[in-house]
């Protein structure tokens, strides 16, 4: 069933994520939620601004989904420039992020993801007191030209199955050549439905996802309800049935 629009995502959001502290509330912004790089493209800017009142520091970075990597270590395809930046109060800027035309696959997306840590300015008097630091990660989604079919109707090439062994499991294939996110997921129906969050299922791949061991009434034909995020951050949704 062709998914139909459901709600847009806020495009310009600060996420705090990172570190320890008492001092400070996330100042950065970032207009966007994900970032689809065409393969002709030659720059994508990131758009970033400080929405407070004192300095920012902002380093940027990408890896290839391990968030914990050290990013002096890390090998990528991408420039982002410049790494790192002082962001005044209120100020706006752009990040350029280029791809440096190393070989990735051409008859699918490949991932990556974008880190933003915003570090506050020490102000005056500050010395003795803790300050938090914020990280922020989001998609970049490199998308080679002339992948068959369309982003937008990638759901539509989904496959939903069960597997018991070694242990009750959702199985999701995905026969397309694009990353599909799934934001949300309704399994089954009724109070013993099962609830889902935060699924990817990469391109011509497969993503297995353990349900509880309450959940063994599931069986071929039970509902699939669930809500995808397109390349804007809005989140589609659409339905299905289990099918082994």
């Known amino acids: 069933m062709r998914p139909s629009k459901k709600r847009w995502s806020a495009l310009v959001w600060p996420v705090l994520v990172m570190l320890c502290g008492l001092d400070a509330q996330a100042a950065l912004t970032v207009i966007g939620t994900r970032f689809v ?18 300095p920012i520091l902002l380093q940027a970075w990408l890896d ?13 395809p991408f420039v982002l420039f ?12 752009a990040l350029e992020l280029r791809y440096t035309r190393e070989p990735l696959p051409r008859d699918r997306e ?5 880190n933003l840590l915003e570090v506050p300015a020490q ?3 500050s010395e003795h007191r803790l300050q938090l630091s914020y990280r922020m990660r989001m998609k970049v989604l490199f998308r080679p030209e002339g992948l068959p079919g369309r982003p937008d109707q990638a759901a539509e090439q989904l496959s939903w199955g069960l597997e018991s062994l070694p242990e009750r499991t959702l199985k999701i294939g995905n ?15 009724g109070p013993q439905a099962v609830q ?14 353990a349900l509880p061991d309450t959940q063994r009434h599931l069986t071929n034909g039970t509902p699939i309800h669930y809500d995808i995020v397109d390349d804007n951050g809005a989140t589609f949704s659409a339905n299905a049935r289990i099918q082994d």
């Open 175 to 189: 026969r397309s050549a694009y990353y599909v996110s799934v934001a949300h997921l309704t399994l089954g129906s």
């Open 37 to 54: 790089y065409p393969a002709d493209t030659t720059l994508l800017p990131i758009r970033v601004g400080n929405n407070a009142e004192q």
């Open 110 to 114: 490949s991932v990556f993801w974008i």
């Open 64 to 76: 290839k989904g391990d968030a914990v990597a050290d990013p002096g270590k890390l090998h990528v």
């Open 123 to 125: 102000s005056a008097g």
């Open 196 to 209: 889902l969050e935060g699924i990817t299922i990469e391109p011509y791949g497969t993503t297995r996802v």
């Open 82 to 93: 410049p790494p790192i930046v002082r962001l005044e109060p209120q100020q706006r800027a």
